[in-house]
């Protein structure tokens, strides 16, 4: 029988723990944690030398951005005098880190499955506001409503937020918890941020280029340097509105290959009518068919036929 259980049932101390089999102090600190709100199997923290400068410790993680090293920051507590150990200082450090990166981790918005295409293992999925992405939280069903429990910043347990019930397959997700995602897009993809005086140049083309570095990586493009600097040099010969056009071509039918931009051009300076861009896959293939075969077994037997005659 669980402790909760039997003092539910006895609503004593003692009788509880003879039923349950632990020591009556073991039963009177679970209980005195239930009634207080906290949760009876988790550990209540003792108190620690470094308390007095876990504020000190958060404001040089936050100023640092998560990058001081936790024997920096021993060190400079030492100077403030304090007495805890190098061990107590690392796991303050760890933890003060991971608070910050909480509030700086990127949210995703949730990926909404087609019914009837993908296999979907849970049920039904709700969102939580911002600030809560990787945390623990607790759900029950009050009504028509499913209530979402949390820890917050204070250490407390409370409700954080409540959706309408829904059916599985139609998840409940709530636009305004996922700020990074306006109108339920994705973010948008970072600009290009040229950095060496060859990236400078080769963006430089125009947005051509820009699309071509885009796609170049994701396609799994090699030497892209080598590649990006013959584009470079190719344009200040042939100029850079076909340069850019050129890129551009490129980068729609996904050609990266060593001799793909110099074609390409060539296609471009032989004034020719730019048709539909069409990437090579399973549907377009230069490859011959497989329909002249047909005619090889009744070629065979008609053969035969004219013999027989």
């Given at each position: 029988?669980?402790?909760?259980?039997?003092?539910?049932?006895?609503?004593?101390?003692?009788?509880?723990?003879?039923?349950?089999?632990?020591?009556?102090?073991?039963?009177?600190?679970?209980?005195?944690?239930?009634?207080?709100?906290?949760?009876?199997?988790?550990?209540?923290?003792?108190?620690?030398?470094?308390?007095?400068?876990?504020?000190?410790?958060?404001?040089?993680?936050?100023?640092?951005?998560?990058?001081?090293?936790?024997?920096?920051?021993?060190?400079?507590?030492?100077?403030?005098?304090?007495?805890?150990?190098?061990?107590?200082?690392?796991?303050?450090?760890?933890?003060?880190?991971?608070?910050?990166?909480?509030?700086?981790?990127?949210?995703?918005?949730?990926?909404?499955?087609?019914?009837?295409?993908?296999?979907?293992?849970?049920?039904?999925?709700?969102?939580?506001?911002?600030?809560?992405?990787?945390?623990?939280?607790?759900?029950?069903?009050?009504?028509?409503?499913?209530?979402?429990?949390?820890?917050?910043?204070?250490?407390?347990?409370?409700?954080?937020?409540?959706?309408q019930l829904s059916t599985p397959g139609v998840p409940q997700i709530i636009d305004a918890h996922y700020p990074d995602h306006p109108d339920g897009?994705?973010?948008?993809?970072?600009?290009?941020?040229?950095?060496?005086?060859?990236?400078?140049?080769?963006?430089?083309?125009?947005?051509?280029?820009?699309?071509?570095?885009?796609?170049?990586?994701?396609?799994?493009?090699?030497?892209?340097?080598?590649?990006?600097?013959?584009?470079?040099?190719?344009?200040?010969?042939?100029?850079?509105?076909?340069?850019?056009?050129?890129?551009?071509?490129?980068?729609?039918?996904?050609?990266?290959?060593?001799?793909?931009?110099?074609?390409?051009?060539?296609?471009?300076?032989?004034?020719?009518?730019?048709?539909?861009?069409?990437?090579?896959?399973?549907?377009?293939?230069?490859?011959?068919?497989?329909?002249a075969w047909q005619a090889l077994g009744r070629q065979q037997r008609a053969a035969g036929e004219s013999r027989a005659d």
């Open positions: 029988m669980e402790i909760f259980e039997a003092y539910d049932l006895t609503e004593t101390v003692w009788s509880a723990a003879a039923l349950t089999g632990h020591d009556p102090k073991t039963v009177k600190r679970y209980v005195k944690a239930r009634a207080s709100g906290r949760n009876p199997y988790e550990r209540e923290p003792r108190p620690k030398m470094i308390d007095a400068f876990l504020e000190k410790i958060e404001e040089w993680v936050e100023q640092s951005k998560g990058t001081i090293r936790a024997d920096v920051v021993h060190d400079k507590l030492v100077k403030m005098g304090c007495l805890g150990s190098v061990r107590s200082t690392r796991r303050a450090v760890n933890a003060a880190k991971t608070a910050w990166k909480v509030g700086k981790r990127r949210t995703c918005r949730p990926w909404i499955p087609e019914p009837g295409r993908w296999l979907q293992f849970d049920s039904v999925r709700c969102s939580t506001p911002p600030g809560y992405t990787g945390a623990r939280v607790w759900c029950r069903v009050v009504g028509d409503e499913l209530s979402i429990t949390a820890r917050t910043s204070s250490g407390d347990l409370s409700e954080i937020w409540r959706h897009r994705s973010v948008h993809q970072p600009r290009l941020r040229p950095r060496s005086e060859a990236e400078v140049a080769f963006v430089g083309i125009g947005p051509g280029a820009g699309r071509w570095l885009k796609e170049a990586g994701p396609a799994g493009a090699s030497r892209i340097r080598a590649k990006t600097a013959h584009a470079v040099e190719l344009a200040v010969v042939l100029g850079s509105d076909r340069g850019d056009q050129a890129l551009g071509l490129a980068a729609a039918a996904g050609r990266f290959a060593e001799d793909d931009l110099v074609s390409v051009l060539e296609h471009v300076a032989a004034s020719k009518h730019v048709g539909q861009v069409v990437r090579a896959d399973e549907a377009h293939s230069v490859q011959n068919g497989t329909i």
